[in-house]
């Protein structure tokens, strides 16, 4: 059973560029969450997918960021017009959905906004 | 969320056992104590979580105070891999279900 895959690992984008994260969760795992990592500091909660629908965007910048998780295929994370502030370690978790159940975590993908 | 303090770092010996201390006083009767570790350039992963009573499993210990208001992470022999940020949080039982993240306790591990 994969763990959970991100890709690209590295993504550098010039600004104003749009940058797309990917997230294909564990076999079986219907939740999915992104947070995301500035350098030296914690991890942020982002938002948290469920297939198709969104059910907690609280840690979601308002405009620019988008995020969703079809029926089918991974989740995708979108960043549009990137700006330097932007650079960071994305990273994206699955559960199961049983409610104590651990996540798992992918490696992350490492934006860089030159 | 209800919140979790913890040191900002600690240091161990390697083959030694490290405590690692949480506090969280706010904690709810639904609350379960989750413990995730970041090691250097890694995604975060678990490590253990419980409820009311001491847990363990192949990686660490559990120790739960009987009020529920602290809790210890044992690692009982710290090897040079354990050197990591490790992260005390709280699940609530309902509600929304994701994990909020403090800014953790770096362990360092000498050799």
């Known amino acids: 059973n994969a763990g959970v895959m991100q890709n690209p690992r590295h993504l550098v984008r010039r600004r104003g560029q749009e940058a797309r994260l990917r997230c294909s969760p564990m076999?079986?795992?219907?939740?999915v969450y992104w947070y995301r990592q500035l350098p030296e500091e914690g991890l942020k909660f982002m938002v948290y997918?469920?297939?198709?629908?969104?059910?907690?965007e609280s840690g979601m910048p308002k405009e620019r960021f988008s995020a969703e998780f079809p029926k089918e295929g991974p989740s995708i994370l979108r960043i549009q017009q990137v700006v330097r502030g932007d650079s960071a370690a994305y990273f994206c978790a699955s559960s199961p959905g049983y409610n104590q159940e651990q996540a798992f975590f992918g490696q992350g993908t490492r934006l860089t906004v030159v | 969320d209800a919140k979790t303090t913890q040191p900002n770092s600690m240091e161990s010996n390697e083959e030694e056992p490290v405590h690692l201390p949480c506090n969280h006083s706010?904690?709810?009767?639904?609350?379960?104590i989750h413990w995730y570790r970041q090691l250097p350039s890694q995604g975060p992963e678990y490590v253990i979580h419980g409820l009311t009573s001491n847990v363990n499993n192949r990686m660490a210990s559990l120790a739960i105070a009987e009020d529920r208001k602290s809790s210890t992470l044992i690692l009982h022999r710290a090897t040079l891999r354990d050197a990591a940020v490790y992260y005390c949080?709280?699940?609530?039982?309902?509600?929304?279900?994701?994990?909020?993240f403090g800014k953790g306790m770096k362990l360092t591990v000498n050799p």
């Open positions: 076999k079986g795992h219907s939740h």
């Open positions: 706010t904690i709810s009767g639904t609350d379960y």
């Open positions: 997918l469920q297939k198709e629908n969104i059910i907690d």
């Open positions: 949080m709280l699940k609530s039982q309902g509600g929304s279900e994701k994990l909020v």
